[in-house]
């Protein structure tokens, strides 16, 4: 709620020539109504008892909340909510720092592509290891946890690949379509071992009796996986085309500027000359 009111009050303190995109606007706010839907609605209720639901939770954080919040290019917005005056003073105070320095250079080593992939991927795996993902289940502070730490390595994976005004990418169109097709490919051969293993792996879920519409925990298990690899693929193949297909038409301007223009005089006496051999 807090950071809705922050963009809100961003926008109407903006620039008034260059006033932000609605469709930005409406990407951030519908990435807070799944940060909404995916923590406080029934599926929250369920997470616990059934592992697809389970995994429909952390999807809807990972595949679309962080790419929602992030087409929504909230950086410059929460920055100018708060007052000029006190924003100037306060950023002049934090950026004299010599610590801020040191840190800015961590950050730009984190939030490069090739650590930021390594780092959502870890995070991925790390998570759905047996002995933490069953603690997520007993303690509910390791499960918040759990989802902040999916929501801020998936903002920070989709933030290499997504344009932001403040944010200079990295990689090209070509090269951001490539990314988004390894780390896919990554990710998926988690959701290939839960559908192809032959025995639950989460005690959670095995003791559970009597079991949510009679499910098996295995069962429950492999669509879990299927969940998370059919979908999942279908948005990094959407993610993939639109790259592409921006990778196609900057080709395309580039070579139309670079095809050289017959001077308009050749024309007229090519066309001249047409016509005169022809009569």
Known sequence: MLTGVLYLLGLRTGRPGKPH????????????????????SPIDGLDGQLFW???VQHLLLIMVAAPL????????PILRSSPLGPRRRVLKAVTTQSWTHRLASVTSRVASPWPAATIFLLDLYLWHWNLLFNLTLQNYAVHIVEHLCFLLTAVLLWSQVIEQRPV?????????????VIVGAAGNLLAMYFVFTPQPLYSQYVRLSPR???MTALMDQQLAGALMWVPVLFVFAIAFSVLLYRWLGEEEALGSRAQPVAPAYRLLDGSLSTDSRSK
Request: aromatic share 14%; with cysteine.
């Open 21 to 40: 995109p609605g469709w930005r606007s409406a990407c951030f706010y519908a990435g807070l109504l799944t940060i909404f839907l995916a923590l406080e």
């Open 53 to 55: 639901v389970h995994m």
């Open 69 to 76: 919040l992030v087409l929504g290019d909230p950086a410059l």
């Open 168 to 180: 200079h990418l990295r990689l090209s169109y070509l090269q951001r379509a490539a990314y988004v």
């Open 212 to 214: 949510p519409f009679g």
